[in-house]
């Protein structure tokens, strides 16, 4: 199965600022289908970002997705409130589906 | 709007059963294939499981292979997840899951457009 690899394990940052959070993948992603979650405390995941780079229905234009085979990025260009969160990846481009550890991104 | 609502999570014992179910409204839900997946206290998520939007095909995490069975109720707009010699590895939230493409027939499908709130279920002696 592909294994996803998530960094950095916890990410600080202030309201405003830029995120950039990594996926890697232990090999390439077929038809570079990966997904984006955010996860807030108590909540059920929302998806984000599909096909590495495809924003879901709703989403804001601050978050962006990017990159294609075995390396994909996250961005949130300005950090709001409600985007301090837990972060997951997914490759869904074969099976069995598999998920990232996650990363967090918390209040500096 | 979407919604999904997960029942019948519960405390049980090891080698027990429990079924989960899902009640689907605010779609056409025989028109989409449907996703369970869990998340162990204070853990990542895991897929579970798929069925097809026709429930001809399932496909299952190697870890509830055997053990788990999905099945589909359209006329009740309902999918369910049988659990059975429950371990207590298996103590999570499991969460359904909507496929975010339609008429998804085969293979684990694509990502996960809505979710449900989840349903804890806990295996102890």
């Known amino acids: 199965e592909i294994v996803l690899t998530q960094s950095p394990g916890t990410l600080s940052l202030s309201p405003g600022e830029r995120a950039t959070l990594s996926c890697r993948a232990s090999?390439?992603?077929?038809?570079?289908?990966l997904a984006w979650y955010q996860q807030r405390p108590g909540q059920a995941p929302r998806l984000l970002i599909y096909g590495a780079s495809s924003r879901a229905t709703d989403i804001p234009d601050r978050f962006s997705g990017s990159g294609s085979g075995t390396d994909f990025i996250l961005n949130i260009s300005r950090l709001e409130p409600e985007d301090f969160a837990v972060y997951y990846c997914?490759?869904?481009?074969?099976?069995?589906?598999?998920f990232g550890q996650g990363t967090k991104v918390e209040i500096k | 709007q979407v919604q999904l609502v997960e029942s019948g999570g519960g405390v049980v014992q090891p080698g027990r059963s429990l079924r989960l179910s899902c009640s689907a409204s605010?779609?056409?839900?025989?028109?989409?294939?449907m996703h369970w997946v869990r998340q162990a206290p204070g853990k990542g998520l895991e897929w579970v499981a798929v069925i097809s939007y026709d429930g001809s095909d399932t496909v299952y995490a190697d870890s509830v292979k055997g053990r788990f069975t999905v099945s589909r109720e359209d006329s009740k707009n309902k999918v369910y997840l049988e659990m059975s010699r429950l371990r207590v590895e298996d103590t999570a939230v499991y969460y359904c899951?909507?496929?975010?493409?339609?008429?998804?027939?085969?293979?684990?499908?694509?990502?996960?457009?809505?979710w449900g709130q989840g349903a804890l279920v806990t295996v102890s002696s």
């Open positions: 605010g779609f056409s839900f025989s028109a989409f294939a």
């Open positions: 090999q390439t992603v077929t038809s570079n289908y």
């Open positions: 997914q490759q869904y481009g074969n099976s069995p589906k598999t």
């Open positions: 899951a909507r496929d975010s493409v339609s008429y998804c027939g085969g293979g684990s499908c694509y990502s996960h457009d809505f």
